[in-house]
Each structure stands twice: as structure tokens, then as C-alpha cells.
């Protein structure tokens, strides 16, 4: 969608699908949880509903949020990571892909693995949060990392959202106990057992706060869903999830 194409005053329009609104209703009125939704890994809400995004400065990017199921009031994945990718040969025994991401994606890869800016990324976020979660975030979290660098990007994201947001970026609320492997080189049914050990209640405390979550790709969810729940025995009030791009 175009900048001509969205309502006047929004630059960028985002979309959602939702079922079972009745033409001229709200679709977010009398939805608290994930329990009303049906129970499925990525929920499509219904282009016919807009939430749109006031992009305050440039860098914000247009996305298309599908709602992320798991143990938390609401979550959203805000675009896929990457849109087609294409094989073109080996180059040594190495295959090469002509790989197109989604804006959001580009920015997030950009970040991660050639030392981009993160400005647009937190930009964007903080237009989807302040539309749709306004007033409802009392602190921003990231999971612990698997790699280890000299600036974590997620982190990174995350204090830049919570400045913005007026919010307390909670850097140390959740820890790892042990090391692990990135998850994606770890088979999805190993996933949970290992996460579980390794990832545990941290010094920053949550109880009676509402927490959001934030991370840069939804694969399985299984991070994310661990990191909630050990929030959630901590005594946080709320948590919502934020994963800025997903896989499929």
C-alpha cells in the first residue's frame, strides 16, 4: 500500500484480518485474550479492518501484523522476514540466494549482520505500540541471547522501544542459567526442554507490572513462550509479545 493509497493524515496503512466481525464493529471490542481467538500457531486479522499507524518521523516502515498465540494477553508478529528467496548456484560448495526480504525484515537483517541503524526498526515498532497498546506497557524485556556480541540487537531494540514508550527497559528480568545453541539449529522438539532449563527468573523484578516482550524473529515461538512463562510465575500482570518479523 502506498502512501496515496492510505487514509489522510497516515502515511502508512497497516492491515489485519479478523472473522466474525459484523461489518461497521470494532473487532478489538470485548477481546482480551488469545483464549477468544482460535487456537492456531498465527492468527490472520481481516483486511477489511484497518489499525493504522501514525509514522511520526521518516523511517517507519509499512507492515503486516499477524497476531502470535501463546501464554500472554496479546502478540503480534509485525511482517515475514523474508518475502521469496531463490536459488542461483553454488559459489564453492556453498549455495547462493537471491533473497528478498520485507521492509522490516531488511532493517532487522541490516542490524544484525552488517551493523545497521536501528532507528527504523524501533520507529516502526513504536507506531504499532502506541496505536494499539497505548498506555499498557510499564516495562519492555528481551529473551537472553544465544550469540554473544559485543551489542545485542534485540536489546538494543528494546531500550530504544521502551524510551520511547516512557516505559523501564528491564535488561535483567530473565537470565540464562547454562548456555545454549541458537534455536535455529536446534530440531523444534528439542527445543522446549532445552529452554526450559536454561532460561529462569532474573534480578529485575516484574510483579504487578505489565510486560512487553520483545524480540526480532518468530520461528517457533519457543523462546518467546518460555520467556513469558517465567514472567508470568514471577507475578507480571500482563504480558504482551512483540516479534518484529517472522518466518512464514
Same mark, same amino acid.
Given at each position: 500500500?502506498?502512501? @496515496?493509497?492510505?487514509?489522510?493524515?497516515?502515511?502508512?496503512? +497497516? $492491515?489485519?484480518?479478523?472473522?466474525?466481525?459484523?461489518?461497521?464493529?470494532?473487532?478489538?471490542?470485548?477481546?482480551?485474550? +488469545?483464549?477468544?481467538?482460535?487456537?492456531?500457531?498465527? #492468527?490472520?486479522? #481481516?483486511?477489511?479492518?484497518?489499525?493504522?499507524?501514525?509514522?511520526? @518521523?521518516?523511517?517507519?516502515?509499512?507492515?503486516?501484523?499477524?497476531?502470535?498465540?501463546?501464554?500472554?494477553? !496479546?502478540?503480534?508478529?509485525? #511482517?515475514?522476514?523474508?518475502?521469496?528467496?531463490?536459488?542461483?548456484?553454488?559459489?564453492?560448495?556453498?549455495?547462493?540466494?537471491?533473497?528478498?526480504?520485507?521492509?522490516?525484515?531488511?532493517?532487522?537483517?541490516?542490524?544484525?549482520? *552488517?551493523?545497521?541503524?536501528? #532507528?527504523?526498526?524501533?520507529?516502526?515498532?513504536?507506531?504499532?505500540?502506541?496505536?494499539?497498546?497505548?498506555?499498557?506497557?510499564?516495562?519492555?524485556?528481551?529473551?537472553?541471547?544465544?550469540?554473544?556480541?559485543?551489542?545485542?540487537?534485540?536489546?538494543?531494540?528494546?531500550?530504544?522501544?521502551?524510551?520511547?514508550?516512557? @516505559?523501564?527497559? $528491564?535488561?535483567?528480568?530473565?537470565?540464562?542459567?547454562?548456555?545454549?545453541? $541458537?534455536?535455529?539449529?536446534?530440531?523444534?522438539?528439542?527445543?522446549?526442554?532445552?529452554?526450559?532449563?536454561?532460561?529462569?527468573?532474573?534480578?529485575?523484578?516484574?510483579?504487578? *507490572?505489565?510486560?512487553?516482550?520483545?524480540?526480532?524473529?518468530? !520461528?517457533?515461538?519457543?523462546?518467546?513462550?518460555?520467556?513469558?512463562?517465567?514472567?508470568?510465575?514471577?507475578?507480571?500482570?500482563?504480558?504482551?509479545?512483540?516479534?518484529? +518479523?517472522?518466518?512464514?
Amino acid at each position: 500500500m502506498s502512501a @496515496a493509497d492510505s487514509p489522510k493524515g497516515y502515511p502508512f496503512c +497497516t $492491515q489485519f484480518r479478523d472473522e466474525g466481525v459484523p461489518s461497521g464493529a470494532s473487532p478489538w471490542r470485548g477481546r482480551r485474550n +488469545t483464549q477468544d481467538r482460535p487456537n492456531r500457531p498465527l #492468527d490472520v486479522l #481481516d483486511t477489511r479492518h484497518q489499525l493504522q499507524h501514525t509514522v511520526g @518521523a521518516m523511517g517507519a516502515v509499512e507492515t503486516h501484523p499477524e497476531r502470535i498465540v501463546g501464554p500472554w494477553v !496479546e502478540g503480534f508478529a509485525l #511482517d515475514r522476514h523474508v518475502v521469496s528467496s531463490r536459488p542461483m548456484g553454488y559459489v564453492g560448495e556453498h549455495m547462493q540466494f537471491d533473497t528478498t526480504r520485507s521492509a522490516l525484515g531488511e532493517l532487522v537483517y541490516q542490524l544484525k549482520y *552488517k551493523n545497521g541503524s536501528p #532507528d527504523g526498526i524501533i520507529e516502526t515498532a513504536v507506531a504499532f505500540v502506541r496505536s494499539r497498546w497505548s498506555g499498557m506497557v510499564d516495562c519492555v524485556i528481551s529473551p537472553p541471547p544465544s550469540l554473544h556480541r559485543n551489542v545485542q540487537p534485540t536489546a538494543l531494540i528494546a531500550e530504544g522501544l521502551a524510551s520511547a514508550l516512557g @516505559a523501564v527497559h $528491564q535488561h535483567a528480568s530473565v537470565l540464562k542459567a547454562n548456555a545454549t545453541p $541458537q534455536m535455529k539449529n536446534i530440531a523444534p522438539h528439542e527445543r522446549d526442554p532445552l529452554l526450559s532449563a536454561a532460561i529462569q527468573p532474573g534480578s529485575d523484578p516484574v510483579d504487578g *507490572k505489565r510486560v512487553l516482550i520483545v524480540d526480532d524473529l518468530w !520461528e517457533t515461538g519457543s523462546t518467546l513462550r518460555r520467556v513469558a512463562e517465567v514472567l508470568g510465575n514471577m507475578g507480571a500482570k500482563e504480558i504482551r509479545v512483540l516479534a518484529l +518479523t517472522r518466518t512464514r
